[in-house]
C-alpha cells in the first residue's frame, strides 16, 4: 500500500512547467490545498466550464478518429517491412549455411591431399 500522493515523474514535472494536469499532480499537497480556496462557481460560469470541457473532449474525439486509419495504415506498413526484413534475414540465413557447407567441404579435400 502506498502512503500519500503518488511521486511526480519527470514526465509530471515536464506537464507541470506547461500548467498540465496529471493525477499525481493533482493529488500534490499544494494543488489540493489551493483547491480548498477555489471559488464555487455559479451556475453559469459551471455550464461555461463545462461547455469548454465538452469543446476540449469533441475535438480530442476528432483527433483520435483522424488518426485512426494513419496509425492502421502504419502498422501494416510495419508488418510488411517486418515480413520482409523476416524472409531476407532467412535468405542470409540459408546462403551462409550454403557457403559455410562449401567451405567445410573444400577444407576436408585440402585436408586429405596424398
Known amino acids: 500500500m502506498s502512503k500519500g500522493p503518488p511521486q511526480l515523474s519527470p514526465i509530471d514535472r ?3 512547467l506547461h500548467h498540465g494536469s496529471t493525477m499525481a499532480i493533482d493529488a500534490s499537497p499544494q494543488r489540493l490545498q489551493a483547491s480548498k480556496y477555489d471559488p464555487v462557481p455559479n451556475l453559469s460560469e459551471r455550464i461555461e466550464q463545462l461547455q469548454r470541457l465538452n469543446s476540449r473532449l469533441n475535438r480530442e474525439v476528432a483527433y483520435y478518429r483522424e488518426m485512426e486509419q494513419p496509425r492502421k495504415d502504419f502498422e501494416k506498413d ?8 523476416e524472409k531476407a534475414l532467412l535468405k542470409l540465413r540459408t546462403s551462409q ?11 576436408q579435400e585440402n585436408y586429405q591431399v596424398p
Open 14 to 16: 515536464i506537464i507541470n
Open 78 to 85: 510495419m508488418i510488411r517491412v517486418k515480413d520482409k526484413f
Open 97 to 107: 549455411q550454403q557457403v559455410d557447407d562449401e567451405w567445410s567441404r573444400l577444407k
